[in-house]
């Protein structure tokens, strides 16, 4: 059970600091008040995001893993993997 919770602790403040590098990334943007320096930051925040929803995510998974069926731990994957596919094609 004590390996449930931290996981669950570790997804939350993983969480937390994908905000504030979010919020972090704002104020520079508005600091420099420079599109293509705010461009960059962008670009940066954009290798950050997925990076960090992967983490939270196999995190979850694997709290989860031994109390989800074999398909149902499928189908989030699936779920997982049509959300990735939705942002590319963007």
Known sequence: MLEFFSIAIAMGLLRLLSGLIEISAGLLMIYFQNV???????????????????IVTSLGLIGIAGNVSLEKMFTILCGVALIFYGINKM
């Open 36 to 54: 293509e320096m705010a461009l960059k930051i962008n670009a940066t925040l954009a290798l950050i995001g997925p990076t960090i929803m992967i």
